[in-house]
């Protein structure tokens, strides 16, 4: 693995592909794209127009007191969503503290602007009011990958030579474990475990439907 080697000229050479980086090239029979909300624009024509980029923002407050913790009743560590402008998500975590994130900056110039950690902060305030005097600890920005259908995606060309999973729409902690897992029989041309996988879950799926 060699991290911090962007790939800044892609070809195609009798069946192999040639990725050149600022160090040297690779030539590979087969190349998996999973860069997700962090692919380059045209990086290759599979994945150009497919996915959007957007910027994702979290903050983790500090540690709640036992006051604080009961006059919002957090009960629970699990996650709770609510998307009824925009979607805003929060748990609490093992020490007390809040993770709360949404939408961060609309540019990547804007990432870094406190702004967007704060604008949180505020929702979070206006939710639970009990925590007006509350502050957060840590703040984070980064890309997630948004489809344009709204669904993952795992692809790849006809050559059986480039393929991709991308497009996780913010559930990339999830969906990325089944994708990542699909992506690699395809790589490996493992049809019998993917025929398998099908068979199973369409069996599953009239059961349900059939009220078995």
């Known amino acids: 693995m060699h991290c911090a080697s962007p790939v800044t000229d892609w070809q195609t050479d009798a069946n192999k592909q040639v990725l050149h980086t600022p160090n040297g090239i690779v030539r590979a029979d ?19 127009d497919r996915t959007l980029p957007v910027l994702s923002q979290i903050i983790v407050t500090e540690p709640l007191t036992p006051e604080q913790l009961a006059a919002c009743n957090f009960l629970t560590a699990n996650v709770v969503m609510d ?36 604008r949180l902060l505020s929702v979070l305030k206006t939710s639970f009011p009990a925590l007006a005097g509350l502050n957060y600890s840590y703040a984070r920005s980064g890309w997630i990958c948004m489809a ?34 699909r992506l690699a029989e395809k790589v490996a041309e493992n ?16 059961l349900r439907l059939c009220g078995g």
């Open 30 to 48: 087969k190349v998996v794209i999973a860069t997700n909300g962090y692919t380059p624009k045209n990086f290759h024509h599979l994945t150009t």
């Open 83 to 118: 998307t009824r402008a925009l979607k805003y998500y929060y748990r609490k975590l093992p020490d007390n503290r809040i993770l709360f994130g949404g939408r961060g900056a609309i540019t990547g110039k804007s990432a870094d602007d406190p702004y967007y950690a704060q």
């Open 148 to 181: 344009l259908d709204d669904l993952p995606h795992i692809h790849q060309n006809q050559q059986q030579s480039v393929f991709y999973s991308m497009g996780y729409c913010g559930s990339g902690v999830s969906f990325s474990v089944q994708a990542g897992k």
């Open 191 to 206: 049809l019998c475990l993917i025929y398998r996988y099908r068979i199973k879950h369409y069996r599953s799926f009239l």
